[in-house]
């Protein structure tokens, strides 16, 4: 339903007659639930979900004062952003080109970057376990020793522990092979 369908179907509401005994006026009242469930039925264009450097691609283009077709024709200006939209060989996406002008014109939400966790395979201590974790936004490698020499596995639950693939990559290329997604 459009907006100009929801004002058609309120105007053919039944409508209560009662005098308002104040002013002495004939006042014509609906039922609040009535317009509520109209008003809901009226079509909002749906945000898109894209990925975070595309939000962020798109917000610097509004601060730069690009207009849309800039934005569309320009997509290959930020490398990522560029990989995104164009398939190996050279041509756009047909489905990413309508997703970005869609963020463009009708709002966003950003895609959430799946989370890992990374342990590093220690075979000679069993007692042990070393993983990676991030503190004050970098990436450090640590460890935790268990007395009874059965694992605990709960800090994969830590939000800590849990990184995004770049986080990893960033500094630990090497340890991506390691990368449990948190489920």
Not at 7 to 13: A, D, L, Q, R, Y
Not at 18 to 47: F, R, S, T
Not at 73 to 80: A, F, G, Q, T
Request: aromatic fraction near 10%.
């Amino acid at each position: 339903m459009n907006k100009q369908e929801a004002i058609e179907t309120i105007k053919n509401i039944d409508t209560l007659n009662i005098n308002d005994m104040i002013a002495g006026q004939k006042v014509d009242m609906v039922i609040k639930n009535q317009v509520l469930d109209l008003i809901n039925q009226i079509d909002e264009p749906q945000k898109v979900v894209v990925p975070k450097f595309v939000a962020e691609w798109i917000e610097e283009c509004k601060r730069s004062g690009w207009h849309l077709q800039k934005v569309l024709y320009n997509l290959d200006d930020d490398e990522k952003v560029g990989d995104w939209a164009y398939d190996g060989n050279d041509d756009l996406i047909p489905e990413k080109v309508d997703m970005i002008a869609r963020a463009w014109l009708d709002g966003f939400e950003i895609e959430q970057e799946k989370l890992y966790t990374v342990e590093i395979p220690d075979p000679n201590r069993s007692d042990t376990v070393t993983f990676l974790y991030k503190e004050n936004g970098k990436v450090f490698i640590g460890n935790d020793i268990f007395l009874n020499e059965i694992p605990n596995y709960k800090w994969k639950k830590e939000p800590d522990h849990q990184l995004t693939e770049s986080e990893i990559k960033e500094d630990f290329e090497w340890a991506w092979q390691f990368a449990k997604e948190v489920e």
